[in-house]
């Protein structure tokens, strides 16, 4: 059975169930603080088990995009390393919200897997949760008895807390659960070793392929377990171990998941996997890491140096270096595979098929620019080894190498072996453990309870239509982080505060009691499904009402802007063309920014022709046309343009302006003469194919021009108020080019008298002729000078010393041939130097260059370099 018909039958299965089939959520998170990206199939199910929504169908299930880079088995460096364990990986689920339970779940799954896909029930074994004391919870009997009717009592297993116990978090939902694992090993292997001893052992033939949750209770804060009104189904079936079970295999890499991706590698690196460990590894990792970036590309991720974009790109470089090292490829060649994965999975997942160029150009061009990083890391290894004591790299200096070259520790410590060195492995671990340490630190937070003051199953967004509103606290809790110390979240009934979402930041304002006391608003968030206000103190008194007020100026900013972001995207697309489309945006009050496909730089030209057609738009005076509760499919027939990875309903918000049409849950003005008027303050690359243009409107627009306005009037002062001020500045451009000829013209002069006078102080020593000479030179002269001297010698050791600008600057240049009869590295030499002006430097062995802070130092410097002859 092929892959893409194993995927389909579990659906077709679950659909015959009654249950709805939904399509997966994006990989990358949009409106969770607590996950970056979705690493189970659970994720965007979570506001349901927690009772902030609640379901359209109490049936579900789907196919979900994953990622894991973190947590048990799923480190990102040991992926590769075995046969079953991935960053991208698809989780086969189904879900029942409040409906049936555990004797449907484990029927249901039995059927699926021994009936329709007819695995031997005689390898299959079972987990159940054997209870925990500390907890006060017993052994879940209800599972095991309803197991017994399908599989022999001596491969239904005790499974402990560590195993059979799922949690959401350190909150919120949990419950016990049973695992399904698989028995795939030989006939002989099974003999000596029951099966039941490797269940949960990390054996790659005994594996777990389904889990099913039952979710009944709730953890809080303080660890303490509570029943949940009602109890759920979640079950996660690893997709790629279900293939490599059903296809006979022994390994996921060998399923058709994975072969085309394989045979395309072993084509274009000229390698054969299966030929060696290393080979067999690097492909491995390459084939895995080219699905997890295009699909996080296709979900409007793109790499980054920041959150998600980070992960991405790191895993990226995973893939290029190991390609890089064990398959010797130095030019780019990982989004060649773009097409392959594209045929393979693109009727699955459509986004592939729409984001396939995108991805093509993206990642060739991380390649070639992480390529470029790698050349520069070899040097800097090098010069190091060069610099270091006993033949021992500091572990240090190559955890440096690693954190900011990408440089594993295993082709450092390769690299070094090669040159008779060993790497420091304790130091390079502790240099890794203070820096995770670093970052948990600034990343940790303490959520308390919600202590709910008043139940109330749907907290009403009102802020498109009001700016204030009488409120009720209904929950709170209290929030600690390393960086913001201790603060409130507060729930409403009602809010007429925007929460951040959609690219546009939450508002701010601030909370009326009934006595007149304030409390500020900070920021408005979205956290599964609840709108969370943000204030530094929890008001004394929660009971009763409170006049909720947003900050109007600032949304009244805010809103032009993201209405001036709708304007804009038509405008691109009317200029450059239909391929424009919008890859993600920020909406602040006083700017905006706006990312979109484009393969070329937007000329000036084009530039002005968007102002134009926008600032058209904004002296029309459009007025805002919305449909709160259009259907998703109308909407797209009437030309609605969607946002780049985001999810959507069957019913959304579509929003016009005129021959705009947009879907946006955002606020925007009524009229887009509100906007006053927009003005492009940059333009600029994100990524390949992916442009980014940042704007004004409004007040910040008039606080530009006014600052414009200003600029001029200064500079007209400056050149005693010409009458024609752009032909006064080309005059004086004109006159600045002559003069730069004159003084070029002048160094030359200077440069050769120099060069002779020192001619006459070259000294013989030991075969060398050697000079140590302070001069008044900048840099690039001195430079210059040296390679003079040194065109018709061969022995020539030069150090040249300045103080020219108050900074002191040393340069070494030695012959070539000396530099290899002599063994001498004029890199070396200069940081050495370098220490008498309190500096460093490095180059070439044949030219180099120290800078410093002490130009009292430079005459001991020189002193130093004549004793070296």
């Known amino acids: 059975m092929k892959s893409a018909e194993i995927r389909q039958l579990f659906l077709d299965f679950f659909n015959e169930k009654q249950h709805q089939i939904v399509p997966s959520a994006p990989m990358v998170v949009k409106d969770d603080p607590t996950l970056m990206f979705t690493n189970a199939g659970m994720n965007q199910f979570k506001e349901f088990f927690l009772g902030n929504k609640t379901p ?53 799954a039995w059927e699926l897997l021994t009936e329709r896909y007819k695995i031997d029930p005689s390898i299959l074994y079972v987990t159940i949760f054997e209870g925990d004391e500390s907890e006060g919870l017993e052994r879940d009997l209800e599972a095991y008895n309803f197991w017994k009717k399908f599989i022999p009592e001596d491969r239904i297993l005790l499974g402990n807390k560590k195993d059979n116990f799922w949690e959401m978090g350190d909150q919120g939902p949990c419950g ?60 996660g079936m690893g997709f790629e171990r279900l293939c490599m079970v059903l296809q006979n295999k022994t ?21 054969e996997y299966g030929s060696s460990l290393e080979v067999d590894r690097a492909i491995r990792v390459i084939a895995d890491h080219v699905r997890t970036v295009y699909f996080a590309i296709a979900d409007g991720q793109l790499p980054s140096n920041t ?35 594209e045929q393979q999975m693109g009727d699955a997942f459509p986004e592939l098929k729409r984001e396939q160029k995108l991805a093509f150009n993206v990642i060739r061009e991380e390649e ?26 500091e572990g240090a200096k190559a955890f440096e190498l690693y954190d900011t070259y990408g440089f594993p520790y295993d082709l450092t410590a390769l690299i070094a072996s090669e040159r008779g060195f060993t790497v420091d492995e304790a130091g390079f671990h502790a240099s890794m453990e203070q820096q995770k340490n670093r970052s948990r630190a600034a ?66 304002g601030y909370l009326e009691a009934s006595n007149g006391d304030i409390y500020y608003i900070l920021n408005t968030k979205k956290e599964n499904n609840l709108i969370i206000h943000y204030t530094q103190t929890l008001p004394s008194k929660l009971e009763g009402g409170f006049k909720a007020v947003v900050d109007a100026k600032q949304r009244q900013r805010t809103s032009s802007n993201h209405t001036a972001t709708h304007l804009l995207h038509q405008a691109l697309r009317e200029v450059l063309g239909d391929h424009v489309e919008q890859k993600g945006s920020m909406v602040h009050s006083g700017m905006f920014r706006f990312d979109f496909s484009h393969y070329a730089k937007v000329t000036a030209e084009e530039l002005s022709a968007v102002e134009q057609f926008v600032n058209a738009r904004i002296q029309e005076q459009l007025p805002l046309e919305e449909n709160r509760e259009a259907v998703l499919a109308e909407a797209m027939a009437e030309g609605a343009m969607a946002l780049f990875g985001e999810k959507y309903g069957d019913t959304v918000r579509s929003i016009r302006f005129g021959q705009s049409i947009e879907l946006c849950g955002g606020t925007h003005v009524s009229n887009t003469a509100n906007i006053w008027h927009f003005k492009i303050t ?68 200077q440069l050769a008298a120099t060069k002779a006078a020192l001619e006459e102080e070259l000294t013989e020593q030991n075969g060398i002729s050697f000079l140590a000479k302070e001069v008044d030179l900048d840099g690039g002269a001195m430079k210059d000078l040296a390679f003079a001297l ?39 030499i200069v940081r050495d130097l370098g220490k008498h002006i309190q500096g460093g430097g490095g180059g070439q062995a044949f030219f180099a260059t120290a800078g410093g802070k002490n130009p009292e130092g430079i005459s001991a410097a020189l002193a130093a370099a004549a004793d070296l002859v």
């Open 56 to 108: 359209k169908n109490k049936r579900v299930a789907d196919t979900q995009k994953c990622l894991r880079v973190s947590g048990k088995h799923n480190d990102l460096e040991e992926v590769g390393i075995d046969t079953y364990h991935h960053t991208f990986f698809e989780m086969l689920g189904n879900w029942s919200f409040g409906n049936y339970f555990k004797e449907e779940a484990i029927a249901w």
């Open 443 to 508: 990343a940790s937070s303490k959520a308390g309870d919600w202590v709910v003051l008043e139940q109330d199953e749907l907290e009403e967004f009102i802020g498109y239509d009001h700016l204030e509103a009488q409120v009720k606290i209904t929950r709170y809790r209290k929030m600690t982080t390393a960086k913001e110390g201790d603060f409130y979240q507060l729930v409403f009934n009602l809010t007429p505060f925007y929460p951040e979402g959609g690219g546009q930041v939450g508002d701010k």
């Open 176 to 235: 016990p659960c049973s695992e399904i694992h698989v028995d795939i090993r030989s006939e002989e292997e099974k003999q000596q070793v029951p099966g039941a001893k490797l269940v949960n052992q990390d054996h790659p033939q005994v594996v777990e392929v389904w889990n099913l949750v039952f979710i009944e209770f709730n953890r809080k804060a303080d660890g303490s377990l509570e029943q949940l009104p009602e109890k759920h189904i979640d079950t």
């Open 682 to 749: 940059s333009e600029s690359a994100v990524a390949s194919g992916i442009r980014r243009i940042e704007a004004i409107t409004g007040d910040a627009a008039k606080t530009y021009f006014e600052d414009q306005t200003e600029l001029l009037e200064k500079v007209q002062q400056l050149l005693n108020q010409p009458q024609d001020t752009l032909k006064a500045i080309e005059g004086l451009q004109e006159d600045l080019a002559s003069m730069k000829k004159e003084i070029q013209a002048l160094a030359k002069v």
């Open 790 to 828: 040194g065109q018709n010698k061969e022995n020539l050791f030069l150090v040249l010393a300045s103080k020219k600008g108050g900074k002191p600057v040393i340069s070494c240049y030695i012959s070539k041939a000396l530099v290899a009869a002599k063994d001498l590295n004029a890199g070396t």
């Open 251 to 271: 390994s996921n890499y060998d399923t058709d998941v994975f072969t085309p991706l394989i045979r395309e590698i072993e084509a274009l690196t000229k390698t």
């Open 368 to 393: 070639n620019s992480f390529l470029k990083t790698l050349d520069q890391g070899l040097l800097l290894l090098d010069t190091i080894l060069k610099g270091s004591k006993d033949n021992v790299l």
């Open 307 to 341: 959150g998600a974009g980070y992960v991405i790109r790191r895993i990226l470089r995973r893939a290029i270096r190991y390609g890089f090292t064990f398959l010797g490829q130095k030019n780019a060649f990982i989004h060649l595979l773009v097409a392959t994965l």
